[in-house]
């Protein structure tokens, strides 16, 4: 009686944790990826990449924990990799501003993506934010993902972003 109480309390809490883990699908009808189900759409009127007036922001979403997936697309760009390399000029001229790294990699569905990780100042806020931005190309258009937030928040931060970049279709 009492293996059978514990082996339905660790049933719950199993179920339990694979609750809070369950992903939604985003899809704009060319890219799709999964990402966390305690995103919602948010409306947001700034611009926390600065690669260009080239880009044009699809969607904003945002977490209880204030971090942030915005997903672009670049009519003009002609490569990621150029893409990317554009934002991180921007980044290297704000002396606090940090590019921790820079990797072409391909995930699980052989999509290429170029990735960069750095560490800027909200100079709303005074904030240390880190974001992961990956930059890919898909049917002739480079789309942009950053995922960002409060640097306290790193590990949240790579979470999302590992689940958006092995999902990325």
């Given at each position: 009686m009492i293996f059978g109480f514990l082996g339905i309390l660790i049933l719950f809490v199993v179920a339990s944790g694979s609750a809070s883990s369950t992903l939604l699908k985003f899809s704009d009808g060319i890219i799709s990826f999964n990402y966390p189900?305690?995103?919602?759409?948010?409306?947001?009127?700034?611009?926390?990449?600065?690669?260009?007036?080239?880009?044009?922001?699809?969607?904003?979403?945002?977490?209880?924990?204030?971090?942030?997936?915005?997903?672009?697309?670049?009519?003009?760009?002609?490569?990621?990799?150029?893409?990317?390399?554009?934002?991180?000029?921007?980044?290297?001229?704000?002396?606090?501003?940090?590019?921790?790294?820079?990797?072409?990699?391909?995930?699980?569905?052989?999509?290429?993506?170029?990735?960069?990780?750095?560490?800027?100042?909200?100079?709303?806020?005074?904030?240390?934010?880190?974001?992961?931005d990956m930059f890919f190309t898909a049917n002739g258009v480079v789309y942009h993902i950053s995922v960002y937030g409060d640097d306290s928040k790193n590990q949240q931060i790579i979470e999302t972003a590992d689940t958006i970049f092995n999902s990325l279709k």
């Amino acid at each position: 009686m009492i293996f059978g109480f514990l082996g339905i309390l660790i049933l719950f809490v199993v179920a339990s944790g694979s609750a809070s883990s369950t992903l939604l699908k985003f899809s704009d009808g060319i890219i799709s990826f999964n990402y966390p189900s305690d995103f919602q759409n948010i409306t947001f009127s700034g611009n926390i990449t600065s690669e260009s007036s080239n880009l044009i922001d699809k969607t904003h979403m945002a977490n209880r924990d204030n971090i942030a997936i915005v997903i672009g697309k670049n009519l003009q760009a002609n490569s990621a990799a150029n893409a990317r390399d554009a934002t991180l000029v921007s980044f290297n001229k704000i002396s606090t501003d940090k590019v921790f790294s820079t990797t072409t990699e391909t995930n699980p569905n052989s999509i290429v993506v170029e990735k960069s990780i750095t560490q800027l100042i909200d100079p709303n806020t005074n904030t240390v934010l880190k974001c992961i931005d990956m930059f890919f190309t898909a049917n002739g258009v480079v789309y942009h993902i950053s995922v960002y937030g409060d640097d306290s928040k790193n590990q949240q931060i790579i979470e999302t972003a590992d689940t958006i970049f092995n999902s990325l279709k």
